[in-house]
């Protein structure tokens, strides 16, 4: 009880006035432009908003894949601009996992072989690392889908294997970006309450997506536009797994 | 750094395009396979050049008479002032002296019962046999008092005892040679070709030094009881530069060449003189070794090239395997280790068409085949070499890669 009220005292994702400004040519483009934002441990996070509102800058920021123009950015407890890119790599490996929208998932290997990926660049000692792939797999509910290059399964189950590969390193944030944008309705279900449930065992979830039906899902909704928050508003539906917890 | 993904996702992407490996590749084996001819061809010479030192003798000094000016034209090597029998007593006096023996030859035609034949007869005295380090395998050498009665004998080499005696059992037999009846008395143990220093060694016949000249050669009208060459074994330990030096002060002296006034003779180290031929076939080596150093680099710049295409098409997989938590240096390893890989793999195809071209021209020229251990660590590891530096590009560029911007790659 003790560690969730310090999770909750100190959130796991801080921004503090960020910006990033990328140039195009003579002109400046404002991704972000000031942002404020905490994000607790075990919140389930829905970023909205039109495309070139700032929303995946925000992503590849908090995941470490990109370093701000100006402002500050802690992810649980330790600030960003102050690490290195091995840090910034070692932190995406041990903290962050990520689901994107195309999978990314290595054409020439099977289920199995993807999901230990991040396990074999890990440097900290996680255990037997072929066991922890399967149960991640199974996790998922492809236990019996190992042995199945990408190529062989179908979209849903795909973005079930990244799935597993975000969770192997036992992530304390999941991340992802537009991760039911190529698939239908139905996987889609699927996928989100794959999350949902992940988010329940305390894993915090920020989810990137343009579709209400997604957003649903989570506990907190916020808006993106030019750059700047528009809104930021709790789901009265969807309860924070942290807060569920008596 | 985690050497186990990089090492098997080398090997994945080896196998994935074999074509294209292939290609790549091509460049490395033609420059290990040259490595391994041109290697195991320089050490097949050295090792002949070594048993033909081995054969010479490292501390036997040969003198020769200079060349001769008639009229001012030269007359050729050898066709100066010879020496005589005394020349090689006082020569036998110097303390470093082991012993000494005077040389005088002739081609000369020899006819057994069996066969006729072409051959030298090479005049010695009874130390030629120490002198030149050869022995009698069948039968006994000639003696010193055989010598110097100028008794009719000789010991045959083994080439000449084939072809006089094709049936064997040629001791005890008698020959003429230039119709001079000469009774065989043994026959040397063979020296084999001398690559050069008058083809094969054992197509000889050596018999006393006084019975050859007065009865074969003749006489010179200079100087009595002539000798055309001295051979002079050194003791060992003795510097055989110093040897030299005092020989020819000693020869100087003895036949009178005024201080300032140039040499009538020669005072020649074979060994020497076959080691400046090694020279100049290790220059031959070096040309060799610089043509392999030119392919290995053009086959590592087609590496550099591909790994470089790779890195490119793979820009999606570098990001994701960044965002799942790669460090540079591990990206750095990965490429490192396909372009190793890759090259190794070469100089594996490399050293099997290499060893196939040492064995097709060691069949041809007839020369020893030398494929040693040396040889191939050499190769593989000139192929690994290039690998690694040629590869060092390519995957620092990919280690260097934005995270970011490599996932958005299309």
């Known amino acids: ?246 | 750094m985690k050497f186990g993904v990089a090492t098997s996702s080398a090997a994945e992407a080896l196998f994935s395009n074999p074509l294209r490996s292939l290609l790549t590749m091509l460049g490395i084996i033609i420059g290990v396979a040259s490595v391994m001819v041109m290697m195991s061809i320089g050490e097949g010479a050295k090792a002949q050049i070594d048993k033909q030192i081995s054969s010479v003798g490292t501390n036997v000094l040969t003198l020769r008479p200079g060349n001769m000016n008639r009229g001012g034209r030269n007359q050729g090597g050898g066709s100066g002032r010879p020496f005589a029998e005394s020349d090689i007593a006082a020569l036998t006096q110097l303390p470093f002296v082991q012993a000494a023996t005077g040389t005088l030859s002739q081609s000369a035609n020899a006819v057994s019962e069996e066969a006729n034949w072409v051959s030298t007869i090479q005049g010695g005295d009874a130390s030629y046999f120490d002198v030149n380090n050869w022995r009698v395998s069948e039968g006994r050498e000639f003696t010193a008092q055989e010598v110097q009665s100028g008794a009719a004998v000789a010991v045959l080499g083994k080439t000449a005892a084939a072809n006089l005696f094709p049936n064997g059992r040629a001791i005890g037999q008698r020959i003429r040679v230039n119709s001079v009846p000469i009774e065989v008395i043994g026959i040397l143990e063979s020296k084999g070709q001398s690559g050069g220093f008058g083809g094969d060694r054992d197509d000889t016949m050596v018999a006393p030094l006084g019975m050859v000249r007065n009865r074969i050669t003749g006489g010179n009208r200079q100087v009595s009881r002539h000798v055309s060459g001295i051979q002079v074994l050194v003791q060992d330990g003795y510097e055989v530069l110093d040897a030299q030096e005092d020989i020819t002060t000693l020869m100087r002296e003895r036949r009178k060449i005024q201080p300032g006034e140039q040499d009538n003779f020669a005072v020649v180290n074979f060994a020497d003189m076959i080691k400046q031929r090694a020279a100049a076939t290790e220059t031959m080596s070096m040309l060799l070794a610089f043509t392999a150093a030119v392919s290995l680099i053009v086959g590592g710049v087609g590496v550099m090239n591909i790994m470089l295409v790779s890195v490119t098409e793979r820009t999606r997989e570098i990001g994701l395997r960044m965002a799942i938590g790669a460090r540079g240096g591990d990206i750095l390893l990965q490429f490192l280790f396909e372009a190793i890989a890759l090259c190794t793999l070469g100089g594996l195809i490399g050293m099997a068409m290499g060893w196939v071209g040492v064995f097709a021209y060691a069949q041809i020229a007839n020369s020893p085949m030398m494929v040693s251990p040396i040889i191939i660590a050499t190769a593989l590891g000139a192929a690994a070499s290039v690998g690694l530096i040629f590869g060092f590009f390519p995957a620092r560029r990919a280690a260097q890669l934005d995270p970011i911007q490599a996932l958005r790659h299309d």
């Open chain 1, 1 to 246: 009880m003790a560690n969730d009220t310090i999770a909750k005292d100190r959130p796991i994702i801080s921004c503090r006035n960020l910006s990033k400004i990328y140039k195009m040519g003579d002109e400046e483009v404002r991704a972000l432009d000031g942002v404020d934002l905490d994000i607790a441990e075990g919140e389930f996070v829905a970023i909205m908003g039109p495309s070139g509102s700032g929303k995946s800058s925000l992503m590849n920021l908090i995941g470490a894949l990109d370093r701000p123009t100006s402002g500050e950015m802690w992810i649980s407890g330790r600030a960003l601009s102050e690490m290195s890119r091995d840090d910034l790599a070692d932190l995406r490996n041990e903290t962050l996992g990520f689901v994107f929208q195309q999978f990314n998932l290595l054409a020439r290997q099977d289920a199995f072989q993807n999901v230990r990926l991040p396990l074999r660049y890990a440097r900290r000692d996680l255990g037997d690392s072929d066991a922890r792939a399967k149960e991640c797999l199974q996790m998922v509910g492809l236990g019996d889908r190992m042995d199945h290059r990408p190529m062989q399964l179908s979209g849903g189950q795909q973005q079930r294997v990244a799935i597993a590969r975000a969770l192997a390193n036992r992530p304390r944030i999941l991340l992802a970006d537009e991760p039911t944008g190529a698939l239908d309705t139905k996987t889609t279900d699927e996928i989100m309450h794959l999350m949902q449930d992940l988010n329940r065992q305390g894993i915090t979830v920020v989810v990137i997506t343009h579709e209400n039906e997604v957003a649903a899902y989570a506990g907190r909704k916020i808006h993106f536009r030019d750059g700047r928050i528009e809104s930021d508003t709790a789901h009265p539906d969807v309860q924070r797994a942290s807060g569920a917890r008596p």
